[in-house]
DNA sequence: CGGTATTAAGAGTCTCTTGTCTTAATATAT
DNA sequence: ATATATTAAGACAAGAGACTCTTAATACCG
């Protein structure tokens, strides 16, 4: 797998969050409702959550009209501010067979072909943002 | 990570026994003797390579004078063969963001791009054989 | 035949990821 | 103040992945 289910769990949803933010006009969005609506674990995101809020891609608030909320605009969060949060940067960075000793200073015929594609990924998850997915993710996409 | 570690060390593997076959003329290693040079678990790297000789990617033999071998030659053995055995296609057909109800029939502004770097990825590893990585591969590139 | 070298098979252990549960802290409303 | 809604924090449990160990099967050699 690309990436740990926490990591898929959190781009989910901060996703909701940007949609329902935009469409329902509300700030922050309570996590048993995302947990509910994503059919995840409350506990379980709720912690995945408190990771995204500690890299200050979102904010939250305690107690009764409480949740948890994007820190900036949708178009300012790229996939890959969550995905470096979460699971960090390591995918794009380490080789594919996991060899040492190699690298640009003494590549094997893979190198350039797999660090071509590894930018090329990267540069992806960089351009994307919530807003880009959440123009046209309808509700009913988010379920499992 | 891309690949499992019993993945990656499958590939080292197949890669030496690619080397010392040519290199040495030698029929069959023994798994203890890749297992020192490439410094991993010997019982560990038996039970990955057996995966690879049930999937008829290499073949052994016991006793005396015994060991693992490639199954046929190495330009005809694609890494992507060896990642299918170990670990399974699935990379190369599940969404990155693991969500559901979408794909081909409703895709997100991800989708296409998505599959596109899937797809080079795969035909990457596709074309990529063992001959091909042996080339020039120094035996001191193995280690960890 | 008996001893040794080697892979095969499978049970067992350790560790990391994933998920659950409980308690504490904080904010609101009455 | 007290009750309630909510996140924060951390202990705990279940599962999967990674590794270890033991025993069996097979092949060679003397
Ligand atoms: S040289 Fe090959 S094995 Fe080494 S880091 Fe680059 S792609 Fe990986
Ligand atoms: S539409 Fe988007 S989320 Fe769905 S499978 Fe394609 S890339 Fe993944």
Not at 6 to 29: D, H, N, Q, S, W
Not at 37 to 63: N, P
Not at 100 to 123: F, I, N, T, V, Y
């Amino acid at each position: 797998m690309l990436f740990s289910k926490g990591c898929t769990y959190a781009i989910r949803a901060a996703l909701l969050v940007a949609v329902k933010e935009t469409r329902e006009g509300r700030k922050f969005i309570p996590i048993r409702e995302l947990a509910d609506e994503l059919d995840l674990s409350f506990h379980f995101l709720t912690k995945i959550l408190q990771v995204l809020t500690e890299a200050e891609i979102m904010e939250s608030f305690r107690g009764p009209n409480g949740g948890i909320g994007l820190a900036r605009e949708a178009n300012k969060i790229s996939l890959i501010q969550i995905i470096s949060a979460v699971d960090g940067m390591s995918l794009f960075s380490e080789c594919a067979l996991g060899l040492p000793d190699c690298g640009e200073a003494k590549p094997c015929p893979l190198h350039q072909s797999w660090s071509k594609r590894r930018e090329e990924l990267k540069r992806m998850f960089e351009k994307t943002t919530l807003a880009t997915l959440a123009q046209d993710f309808s509700k009913n996409s988010f379920r499992n």
